[in-house]
T-cell receptor, first 112, second 112 residues
Framework: RKEVEQDPGPFNVPEGATVAFNCTYS??????FFWYRQDCRKEPKLLMS???SGNEDGRFTAQLNRASQYISLLIRDSKLSDSATYLC?????????????FGKGTTLSVSS | DGGITQSPKYLFRKEGQNVTLSCEQN?????MYWYRQDPGQGLRLIYY???????QKGDIAEGYSVSREKKESFPLTVTSAQKNPTAFYLC???????????FGPGTRLTVL
């Protein structure tokens, strides 16, 4: 099983749509979870951390299910500017230091 | 402005040449990282450092070398031993004890 697995997409949605991305991770000892956003040919930028209780930041909601080792990101009222690749990221506590494991990303394209 | 800078943005090299990629941060972060990203792939960890004069190999260290003589700087050398060096190289930093990593703008290396 891959360490962090995401549906690569692409997800093509109209403006205003709600879209959900899912991610599974293999290391049950992972404690930190994130969603990063990466625009084409740019660096990844932290979108939000994911907490066990779930957390919301404006139109974005992240959920974590530790029992199923599953993370989700919900985007409501999609904007054109949301078009990007969304990376699911978890920490790897079995390695020395603070190592992050990145999924390959899910591509979102929002059209008018 | 605090941040991470990488130079150059684009780099071309001939086969058999070593090349050094620069990464500087003024965020006062202790930990620094180098990743490689290939098209359609997740980020893969090359090397990381948690303290000056100390660094550890990541998942794909072969053909690369690093140094950490100053807290602010973590240069990466791509040697001629790296068989497929063409890629997007990303440098990141973080606070020790915090898993969130912040990225520089990246360097695109092309071997001709």
């Amino acid at each position: 099983r891959k360490e962090v697995e995401q549906d690569p997409g692409p997800f093509n949605v109209p403006e205003g749509a709600t879209v959900a991305f899912n991610c599974t991770y293999s290391n049950s000892a992972s404690q930190s979870f994130f969603w990063y956003r990466q625009d084409c040919r740019k660096e990844p930028k932290l979108l939000m951390s994911v907490y066990s209780s779930g957390n919301e930041d404006g139109r974005f909601t992240a959920q974590l299910n530790r029992a199923s080792q599953y993370i989700s990101l919900l985007i409501r009222d999609s904007k054109l500017s949301d078009s990007a690749t969304y990376l699911c990221v978890v920490n790897s506590p079995n390695q020395a230091g603070t190592a992050l494991i990145f999924g390959k990303g899910t591509t979102l394209s929002v059209s008018s | 402005d605090g941040g991470i800078t990488q130079s150059p943005k684009y780099l071309f090299r001939k086969e058999g040449q070593n090349v050094t990629l620069s990464c500087e941060q003024n965020l006062n972060h202790d930990a620094m990282y180098w990743y490689r990203q290939d098209p359609g792939q997740g980020l893969r960890l090359i090397y990381y450092s948690q303290i000056v004069n100390d660094f550890q190999k990541g998942d794909i260290a072969e053909g690369y070398s690093v140094s950490r003589e100053k807290k602010e700087s973590f240069p990466l050398t791509v040697t001629s031993a790296q068989k497929n060096p063409t890629a997007f190289y990303l440098c990141a930093s973080s606070i020790i004890g915090m898993d969130e990593q912040f990225f520089g703008p990246g360097t695109r290396l092309t071997v001709l």
